[in-house]
């Protein structure tokens, strides 16, 4: 099998250390072989070269809350569109996504195992997927698709083949709702903790489940199969129950307060901020049709979400980059480090948040996100230098090289 040598680019591991001129790194098949100085490496002359023309080289960045079956969109459209189109507009949705710069992402309801096993069998191009199949919700909660004028309309269909319907209400029924995810092969349990900015019929700041519920789908992911939680929470009550329950990672994560900040420092609760979501749905709310009500709780929850994602980096909350696509345009998922960093995160640590620390959330670390022999070899290279312009990586022409499983996707150099 013939090499891969990335060289002539400034290299930014992944890891926190600082970026390393003169360095090289050097793919063997799917994996990484080294990574260090050009000059201690002894070339074959047969490698296959990338040059980085001065650019920057980098971990495949990993994207830990997408919706990879849909965008967004106008009411009529999604009645009037067949079931099964979701399946092809996915595709381009992942390929996009894949060109980005982003390969791996963690799915938070909408991709079956089906979509999941398309990529890993090469019948479509996209990231490496973690699938929660579908989101735990109560009654008239978020997630729940009944509408005030008594119709049902679900941002994305349930109930058929590989797909349970996520409504459950009491312990009992959690407990089975979550053991026919995990039947349907989910990596990881999503549940919407609190109400949410998109439902009809509830809040933001709205509790959802009781913490003995939330206990119990903790408690059947962990003890089956050892598949952690994910949870939608954005009110600061519903954030505290789901850290007290056990939950892995707080989903959006608006309405933090000190007691639920230090719940999380204490407990080593992942925050996955999607600070992009709201902005993006406001850019793009007349486009797509947006119901004023979901209008009007994004403007209400900008200045809180920025004010929130400041106090817990400032507390040593651990941050992984997630940014909600697919509730807004797939393939624009960098844009959140440039919040990330005008929010108060330097870049190397937005850098880090969007590989190390996020493959450390989806419990991926020994295989994906930095530059380390023996790792996988997911690698990027950018035009310029994203420590000296971090917004340079949300224009997906400067996203010059992708690289997957040491396979090249992305070549414009």
């Known amino acids: 099998m013939k090499k891969t040598v990335f060289k002539n680019g400034v290299v930014i591991d992944g890891t926190g250390a600082e970026q390393k001129l003169d360095y090289i790194v050097v793919v063997n098949d799917k994996l990484i072989e080294y990574v260090g100085p050009e000059s201690e490496y002894t070339s074959t002359g047969d490698e296959t070269i990338v040059d980085a023309q ?69 019948y479509i191009k996209g990231p490496r997927l973690q699938v929660s199949i579908n989101a735990l919700t109560i009654t008239g909660g978020h997630g729940d698709g009944y509408q005030v004028s008594g119709q049902v309309l679900d941002l994305l269909p349930s109930n058929y083949p590989g797909m349970p319907d996520g409504r459950c209400d009491g312990v009992e029924e959690v407990r089975k709702k979550t053991r026919e995810m995990l039947r349907a092969g989910a990596e990881v349990i999503k ?24 206990k119990v789908i903790v408690e059947e992911g962990r003890f089956r199969k050892g598949v952690k939680v994910m949870a939608h929470a954005q009110g600061a009550e519903g954030i505290k129950n789901a850290v007290k329950a056990g939950i892995h990672s707080i989903e959006h994560g608006i309405f933090l307060d000190e007691e639920s900040i230090q719940l999380m420092v ?39 979400h920025r004010e929130s994602f400041a106090l817990a980096y400032k507390a040593g909350v651990k941050i992984a980059m997630g940014t909600d696509a697919g509730v807004m345009l797939h393939g624009i998922n960098l844009r959140e480090l440039g919040l990330m960093v005008d929010y108060g995160m330097t870049p190397m640590d937005a850098i880090g948040a969007s590989t190390k620390t996020a493959a450390e959330c989806l419990g991926w670390e020994d295989k994906v996100g930095t530059l380390q022999e023996g790792k996988l070899a997911d690698i990027i290279v950018v035009k310029g230098n994203p420590l000296e312009d971090i917004y340079s990586l949300a224009n997906t022409e400067n996203i010059q090289v992708v690289m997957k499983d040491g396979q090249i996707e992305k070549n414009l150099v």
Do not use: C, W
């Open 54 to 122: 001065g650019g920057t080289v980098l971990p495949g960045f990993i994207d830990s809350h997408v919706h990879m079956m849909f965008e967004y969109e106008p009411i009529e459209k999604r009645l009037t569109t067949p079931f099964s189109m979701m399946y092809y507009k996915a595709e381009k949705y992942l390929e996009r996504t894949l060109k980005a710069g982003v390969t791996s992402v963690r799915d938070a309801l909408g991709a079956d195992l089906g979509v999941k096993q398309a990529v890993e069998q090469g």
């Open 191 to 214: 549940v919407h903790a609190t109400g949410g900015v998109l439902s009809a019929t509830d809040h933001p700041e709205f509790t959802q489940f009781s913490l003995e519920e939330l």
């Open 266 to 304: 204490e407990n080593g609760t992942y925050l996955v901020p999607t600070l992009l979501a709201p902005v993006a749905l406001l850019e793009m709310a007349d486009e797509l049709g947006m119901p004023q009500s979901a209008v009007k709780k994004s403007q209400e929850v900008i200045e809180q």
